[in-house]
């Protein structure tokens, strides 16, 4: 298994993981991206995201999707969107492996962080991210409008 950057071949099989997590989520309608879009946001003109790939005979088996987000008060963060792992091949440390890589990305990008949402009821989640040490934040409620919605 390798861990590498996405490249626009790859999407495919990267939509299909994330049809996998909102399965997960309970939302698998809620996804309305396509491979179009997914192809234009991180491979067009001016791409607004990063992706990692976690390959095994070539076979996406794991992805982030990563971009900067800028915090006035501290600087430079890499959010990560989504760290998804096959059902199939989780509890193989393959997420560990890709974290690791997001953070080297992060540095080698002069970001001061990393950041990211977990949902309340993802235990495993919860227990993945405190096991790396991130501090989590009772205050901030989420706030959301959706332009897709007719």
């Known amino acids: 298994m390798i861990i590498r950057k996405g490249v ?11 049809k996998e997590l909102a399965e ?29 790939v976690a390959e095994s005979e070539n076979k996406i088996i794991g992805m982030a ?7 006035t008060w501290k600087g430079k963060n890499l959010y990560i969107e989504d760290l998804i792992i ?16 997001l953070k080297k990305f992060a540095k080698n ?16 989640g919860i227990n993945f991210y405190k096991k790396l040490n991130m501090k989590f934040d009772k205050e901030w ?6 332009l897709d919605e007719k």
């Open 109 to 124: 990008t002069s970001c001061v962080g990393i950041s990211l949402q977990v949902l309340d009821w993802n235990k495993i």
């Open 86 to 101: 096959n059902k199939k091949f989780r509890r193989e440390g393959i997420g560990l492996k890709i974290f690791e890589e």
């Open 141 to 146: 409620i989420n706030c959301n409008l959706n």
């Open 65 to 71: 999707i990563t971009y900067f987000r800028y915090s």
């Open 8 to 18: 626009k071949k790859d999407i495919p099989q990267v939509l299909d993981l994330i």
């Open 24 to 52: 997960f989520e309970n939302a698998p309608n809620q996804v309305t991206n396509t491979i179009e879009r997914l192809e234009n946001d991180g491979f067009g003109n001016q791409p607004v995201y990063d992706l990692f």
